[in-house]
């Protein structure tokens, strides 16, 4: 049986009176009692509905919260993060007595509304498409945030598609600490062999993964029905990231917004590159919302009339430059997390690198500006070389990357190893391994030279930021920003020279 004709046999509605025969097994992952006062909102919402609901929460310790809920317990190994993975067992037992069965953590609350939504939508998906939910929280003010857009989470204008009257996108967070699947959906999980597995991680923690392997290992495909997200919208009620992560409810609304219309447009912008990587915890992906860096800022020329940024991601920096009085231009990483950006005074062009440099083409300027973005591409030369010739000789070119060869990552690849995988192939990692003689051969080829590079501290290094710029310096930068020039045609160095690649503070 199909996910709609499995649907055509429930009905959500009461019937004269009598109770909707739709049946729901609800598994909730309670670790200790901290949570409690959640978890007892959750069950009690779930009570209020016109459905058969069974509740079976997942603990380490015995609960009797309410009566006729079900408590099991145990870990499925020492580590307390596997709890999650406990429901699991527990849907595969029961896979064939239930319409509907619905995983979450304990301060979750998912409304009657959103199970509704979620049947209409369901039955117009394609059997390997799930609707899947998006958190909210709110702060002690009212105000709304949305913690699972951060860093490098976005939404992905590639995933749009249509289905009669619902607009659907993929969100690349997939945690959305939920899920909702139909008997159908559960059996094929089950089937696919990604389901009842072992406790793991790798693009999200333990926590996390229980919740996301529906999607990430199982073959289906997430879909939030943004043209409805208020349907699809469960209330994170612990409020634990709220004002801290994610972004508040005026962004969230203003992105849709963007998807929406992007759906409409048959002639839609690509975005620039592939943004996230494969390794362990997306390791040196792009954070979507990098904040404004002083550093990279001071490396600017004070003389500099015209900047090109390529890869603005929301564009602090870009807005910065503009308010200032520069003529900012910039190549966004997509049409989306950027969309408040040119109302700021910024001049967007839209594309991948080829599409991008042809826009501007025979533009020149004083800085550009590439952070975090070259070991992303699939071939940095190539777009190095791509956009030299928007470089005057006196232009400046400033490129921030991440230092895979600093102190501390070597540190963690030989205490780590499995968790770098594939890393220096782009194939099996989608990064380059990027370090400052990496990033200076990139230039080198490119028909660039490297000036100088300056390295970015963390935070536990900054006893260091006193010390003259240096080697040890550098290698105790998990990133770094080299200032770039073109070569000089006359430049009597042959393409194999080396180039000088730190600031030694002469």
């Known amino acids: 049986m199909n996910v709609s004709d499995e649907l055509s046999t429930m009905t959500a509605l009461h019937d004269n009176g009598r109770k909707s025969p739709l049946s729901i097994l609800v598994a909730l992952a309670s670790y200790g009692t901290s949570n409690d006062r959640y978890l007892e909102q959750v069950i009690r919402e779930y009570r209020s509905m016109p459905f058969d609901i069974d509740i079976v929460i997942v603990s380490n310790i015995d609960r009797k919260l309410a009566p006729g809920v079900e408590c099991r317990v145990g870990l499925p190994n020492k580590n307390p993060w596997s709890l999650p993975f406990a429901h699991k067992k527990l849907f ?75 607009t659907l996108a993929n969100c690349t967070n997939e945690h959305a600490a939920c899920y909702v699947l139909t008997q159908s959906q559960l059996g094929k999980a089950i089937k ?10 790798w693009k999200h923690d333990l926590l996390c993964s229980a919740a996301t392997d529906p999607y990430i290992q199982c073959g289906f495909t997430k879909l939030i029905p943004i043209s409805h997200l208020d349907d699809f919208t469960v209330h994170h009620l612990s409020n634990k990231y709220a004002g801290k992560v994610g972004v508040d409810e005026e962004e969230m609304h203003a992105q849709v917004g963007t998807m929406l219309r992007l759906a409409k447009d048959a002639c839609a912008p690509v975005p620039l590159l592939n943004t996230e990587t494969k390794l362990w915890r997306r390791m040196y992906s792009k954070d979507y919302y990098e904040p404004l860096n002083e550093e990279v800022l001071s490396m600017i020329p004070p ?39 040119a109302e700021r005074g910024v001049e967007m062009v839209f594309g991948d690198f080829h599409l991008a440099k042809e826009k501007l083409r025979n533009q020149r300027f004083d800085c550009l500006l590439f952070s975090n973005v070259l070991h992303l591409a699939r071939d940095p030369v190539e777009v190095l070389s791509l956009f030299r010739d928007n470089m005057s000789m006196n232009s400046v070119m400033i490129i921030q990357a991440p230092n895979m060869l600093c102190v501390q990552e070597v540190w963690r690849r030989i205490r780590n190893p499995h968790r770098y995988r594939g890393l220096g192939s782009y194939n099996l990692s989608g990064a380059h391994f990027s370090s400052i003689g990496k990033v200076g051969d990139w230039c080198r080829r490119s028909g660039l030279r490297v000036d100088r590079t300056v390295g970015m501290l963390h935070r536990s290094a900054e006893f260091l930021r006193g010390l003259p710029a240096g080697f040890v310096k550098l290698f105790a930068s998990p990133s770094f920003v080299s200032i770039v020039r073109r070569r000089e045609v006359s430049d009597a160095r042959s393409a194999n020279s080396p180039l000088p690649l730190v600031d030694e503070g002469k």
């Open 92 to 166: 595969a037992e029961r896979a064939d007595k239930y319409d509907l069965f619905i995983y979450s953590e304990d301060d979750i609350l998912i409304t009657e509304r959103q199970l509704r939504g979620f049947l209409e939508v369901t039955a117009v998906l394609r059997d390997d498409e799930v609707a899947g939910f998006i958190r909210m929280e709110k702060s002690s003010n009212g105000s709304v945030s949305y913690p699972d857009l951060h860093e490098e989470y976005h939404w992905d204008p590639a995933s749009l598609r249509s289905r009669t009257k619902y």
């Open 192 to 201: 696919s062999g990604g389901f009842l597995v072992d406790p793991h991680e």
């Open 303 to 341: 003389d500099a009339r015209t900047v090109l940024s390529v890869g603005c991601s929301s564009g602090a920096t870009e807005c910065w430059l503009a308010e200032r009085g520069l003529r900012v231009v910039a190549v966004p990483l997509d049409p989306v997390v950027s969309g408040g950006v």
